[in-house]
């Protein structure tokens, strides 16, 4: 399962294995800045996530997905890199991820890398040597002339607001960046820069890392004729003026497929994972093109992260990831992450905030595929509170207020219920602690039986035990608006997973038999059938005749 070469093994037996293995995993994400301080600067840190091995292991997750630790000036927080195979030193040295990996295969766990290929920062030795023409790289970027009359090649917008064009004096062109002026894009269609990123991961996966998580995969390519977007035809809903456009050619260009089969021939080469994000709306065809046999193993979409949290639309996504993706269970499935608010305040307003959280984490488990699991998710972190003065993301600094950051799902890691700082760090750390995180701490909530993290562990723990829920097809039921009822089916085992999103108590559509609960919460069995409470969850072990009676289905519907 961990990345090391395997040139005894067929290509073919590599594919079967991770079509077996890989894509039914739960990574952890770790935002490395806000999990453990160890060295007294406010920031967390390598050794911090070794020192919390023993915790991550007891969730019953499969790899660590660690957001980025390389060099990087920190303008947006590690997704600027300045130097592919190091470490910056404010998590640590490269001897110290060296040791967290060591020490993580010993437990059963792999890391994953959050690989920023997209773009570097402006402080890489690749830019100040590209803004010379006659460098050897002054093509490793994305370099135009000014129109005439000095104004950008195109109308193409930043993710982070106005022209995603920059002037370079001294190069007398502008650089494209799809997100900070500090962040310029690679020319990827410039085939000596993909050789480098492929070097660079190779560097990595030598080092024994379990694969990675591509950044930003669909802002990989642009237009080489630099063509124009077109308008969106309703922009009323748009942020700001990124949204006003269709990113035709901007993003998600045709050339990338080419490329992904090359970054999977590397991955082939060691056993090791992929997992993409793509971003934006319509996301789900871009995600089915980017998994295949020979490209990426997974990829996630943003369509659970958003505000919509009625058993329709999580019906919805769950129902097109099925079609679009041609691997059975090549999607990815996360709930929260380091980008989005936490989903105990997005989805939870008017409900009870601890038995919503245990509902969503039981939901989460349930979920086919890969699953990510971010840090405080299994304590039932809701959004933090951060105010302006303390505000560190420059997307929410220029927002603000329509817009508040990232901020909030960032902050601290709480392990003790000790204020101010909840164990993360004896000095003020670069974020802070929410207090109302402090009473929902891993040391409080250990102490519980009953508790979220509790809950967590208990959900993941039936996840790896039960075939079903970790590899099974998926059979959905046409039940209530506000019920959420789908089987996993895999050979004779089945297990009915059915959940109350609503406000008000549901009946189930069929009746189990109460010895095979597996998990529940605010469930309750009468003379007919189950009823759900707001908040309520029951997991049922049925047999798989009963199924078909469930889902009107004679069996569930399963990809190739």
Sequence with gaps: MFARPVHDESRAFRIARFLSLALVMVLYQVYPRSFQDTDDNGIGDLRGIRERLDYIERLGVDHIWIGPVFPSPQRDFGY????????????????????????????????VVDLVASHTSDEHEWFGQSRNRTHGKADWYLWADARPDGSPPNNWMSVFGGSA?????????????????????????????????????????????????????????????????????????????????????????????????????????????????????????????????????????????RN???????????????????????????????????????????????????????????????????????????????????????????????????????????????????????????????????PLSVAAQQACADSVLAVARQAFALRRSRVALREGDVALSGSAADVLVFARVHAQQAIVCAFNLGDEPEALPADFDAGGVLLQQRAARGDECWTLQPCGFALFAVPVSQVAALTGDAAPARAT
Excluded at 80 to 108: I, K, M, N, Q, T
Excluded at 195 to 213: H, I, K, P, S, T
Excluded at 356 to 362: F, R
Excluded at 394 to 420: I, L, V
Aim: aromatic share 12%; with cysteine; proline share 7%.
């Design 308 to 438: 919509d949290r009625s058993a329709t639309h999580i019906r919805s996504v769950i129902e097109k990831l099925r079609a679009a993706i041609p691997l059975r269970n090549g999607a990815c499935y996360a709930l929260s992450n380091h980008d989005k608010p936490r989903v105990v305040t997005r989805w939870g307003e008017g409900r009870d905030a601890q038995a919503h959280a245990k509902q969503m984490l039981a939901l989460l488990a349930c979920l086919p595929g890969t699953i990510c699991l971010y840090q405080g998710e299994e304590l039932g972190l809701p959004q933090a509170d951060v105010p302006f003065e303390r505000l560190q993301d420059p997307f929410g600094k220029t927002f603000w207020p329509e817009f508040k950051g990232r901020d909030g799902c960032r902050t601290p890691m709480p392990w003790t219920s000790r204020a101010p700082n909840g164990g993360f760090s004896s000095v003020e750390p670069w974020l802070p602690v929410d207090p109302r995180h402090l």
């Design 80 to 111: 600027d890199v300045s130097d592919y195979r190091a470490v910056d030193p404010l998590f640590g040295s490269l001897d110290d991820f060296r040791e967290l990996v060591h020490a993580a295969r010993s437990r059963g766990l792999g890391i």
């Design 165 to 305: 064009w920059q002037w370079d004096a001294r190069r007398r062109q502008y650089y494209y960046h799809a997100f900070l002026g500090s962040q310029p894009d690679l020319n990827l269609n410039h085939r000596p820069v993909q050789d480098q990123v492929l070097a660079d991961m190779r560097f990595w996966l030598e080092l024994g890392v379990a694969g990675f998580r591509l950044d930003a995969c669909g802002h990989y390519f642009q237009d080489p004729l630099l063509r124009d977007n077109p308008p969106v035809h309703d922009p009323g809903r748009a942020l700001h003026p990124y949204g006003f456009q269709q990113h035709v050619y901007d993003g998600r260009r045709p050339e990338t497929f080419a490329f992904l089969e090359r970054i999977r021939e590397l991955l082939d080469e060691f056993g090791a994972f992929s997992v993409a994000e793509v971003g934006g709306n319509d996301a789900l065809e871009w995600m089915s093109q980017c998994v295949s046999h020979t490209r990426l193993h997974s990829a996630y979409s943003f369509d659970l992260l």
